[in-house]
Each structure stands twice: as structure tokens, then as C-alpha cells.
């Protein structure tokens, strides 16, 4: 492969291969290329930051660590070159009023529920705890008030103590193959049918729903100009690397405007 020079400053095949590992890609090769390529813009961006004169000033990172040196003048050199306007209240507004779905607070679920616990590669424990919730199903259809009483008696979940409430449940709560019986039975409705998930079988009661309502601009307006700042942010930074790469000398990778990390 060809060496990999910016500007004439090659970058050596060893750290093309340690930066690889840091680009998860559908096969090696497939890493060492997002690696020349990352490695490529960061080298122009040192290079152009250098030139400017910026001197590195470290800042601390959220996980309590400095920034290097190099990303100190990375993030300096962006902060010089790259100025956005904030999100005016009107962008906002009307990004709010197109994607009124995206600010909805979510649906709740107010669940109980009764477990026999089983491995489903158990296949004689778990047919057996099938055939269980099957009799507790045709028992709690006639007397749907025990539930309580049989949860305590026979669920192998914590919740047992308390009759087999699970509490107030959103989406991404509880195992999929679970979800799937919990929002689609009707509200006060014992589950017909066991609900199988990994941990076992279940008998399934659903006492609430609760839909989410839309949260009013107010509340998300923050939320959105930050948003839309980094979006603007992020085709600003694009732009400026395709510039600064159109203005260098690059071999050996063949640069994109978004081939940076940096405006992901």
C-alpha cells in the first residue's frame, strides 16, 4: 500500500495499524482505511494549527481526564476557524412543530406479572413452566382478584413480595419477546397466553396504560438548539476540512470531507 504523506510527513505503517483498532469495520482492511483516513485529517489539522501559532492549552475532558496536546490544538484551531450562529427561537419553533413525535414524553405500562423461572434450552423445565402458567391463566380467568395471592404463592421474580406489581414500565424496560405481549394486550387484560421470554414464562397482567402526551416547547427548546448547533457545526467543520485537505498535499488516502471523528 502506499506510504501515507501529508505535506510531505509521512505517517508510519505502525500507527496506521494501532489506530485501526479503534475503527471497528466489517473487515481489516475495511479498518486500516477509516484509520488512514482518520489519521490523515488529524495530521492536516496539527499541521494547519501549528502554522496559525496556536499554542496547546489542555482542557479537562468530562471523565476527569486532560486533554493531549494534540487534541488541545485540534479543538483550538476549530474554535478559531469555525464560527456558527446559534439556533434562532424561530429554527427551533419549527424544528419543534416537524418532529412533534420525537418530543412526546413516553407511553407507561402498569404491569404485574407471575414467573416460572426456566432456561429455555431447559426443554422439560420449560414446557413444565408453560403448562403452569397455562393453569394459572384458565385459574385467574374466572378469578381474575387472586393474582395477587397466586403471585405471592408461586412467582420465581422479587415482585412476588409485592403480588407481582412490577410498577410503571416504558419501552426498552423489559426484554423485547416480553414488550411485545405488554403493548399489545388491552388495558385491565390477563394475558390469554403465557408470555416466554429467557428468564422463563410469564402470566401476564396489564392494569394501566398511560399515554404519553407531547412536551410543550418550553421544555425541549434547550434541548433542540443544542441539537441544531451541533448539526450546523458539523457540515461547518466538514466544509472546512475540504477545504483545508483541497489545499494540501495528501498521498496514499483518498480524503471526504466527513473523515474526520471530529464531525461525527
Not at 481489516?28 to 489519521?39: S, Y
Not at 422439560?124 to 395471592?149: K, S, T, V
Not at 420465581?156 to 403493548?183: H, I, M, R, W, Y
Request: charged residues 25%; glycine residues 6%.
Amino acid at each position: 500500500m502506499e506510504p501515507l504523506r501529508i505535506n510531505g510527513t509521512e505517517i508510519p505503517e505502525a500507527v496506521i495499524r494501532l489506530e485501526a483498532q479503534n475503527h471497528p469495520a466489517g473487515s481489516p482492511d475495511d479498518a486500516i482505511v477509516e484509520a488512514r483516513q482518520a489519521l490523515a485529517v488529524r495530521e492536516l489539522l496539527l499541521q494547519r494549527a501549528r502554522t496559525a501559532g496556536l499554542i496547546a492549552t489542555p482542557a479537562p475532558l468530562e471523565d476527569g481526564r486532560l486533554e493531549t496536546d494534540e487534541e488541545a490544538l485540534i479543538r483550538q484551531l476549530l474554535d478559531h476557524e469555525i464560527v456558527v450562529p446559534s439556533p434562532d427561537e424561530a429554527s427551533c419553533k419549527r424544528y419543534y412543530e416537524n418532529n412533534r413525535r420525537r418530543f412526546r414524553s413516553p407511553d407507561l405500562f402498569e404491569a404485574s406479572h407471575i414467573l416460572f423461572s426456566a432456561h429455555p434450552d431447559d426443554k422439560p423445565a420449560y414446557a413444565a413452566a408453560a403448562e403452569q402458567a397455562d393453569g394459572l391463566i384458565a385459574e385467574l380467568q374466572q378469578r381474575p382478584a387472586r393474582f395477587a395471592e397466586l403471585a405471592r404463592q408461586h412467582s420465581d421474580c422479587p415482585s412476588a413480595q409485592q403480588g407481582g406489581n412490577l410498577g410503571q414500565l416504558a419501552k426498552g424496560q423489559t426484554v423485547p419477546e416480553f414488550e411485545t405481549f405488554l403493548f399489545n394486550i388491552e388495558e385491565g387484560q390477563i394475558c390469554p397466553v403465557p408470555v416466554r421470554t429467557r428468564y422463563g414464562v410469564h402470566v401476564l397482567w396489564l392494569q394501566r396504560k398511560i399515554a404519553g402526551r407531547d412536551l410543550p416547547f418550553e421544555m425541549v427548546r434547550e434541548r433542540i438548539a443544542e441539537y441544531l448547533g451541533e448539526a450546523v457545526y458539523r457540515r461547518a467543520a466538514s466544509q472546512y476540512i475540504a477545504i483545508v485537505a483541497g489545499e494540501a498535499e495528501v498521498d496514499g488516502v483518498q480524503l471526504n470531507s466527513t473523515d474526520s471523528p471530529l464531525v461525527q
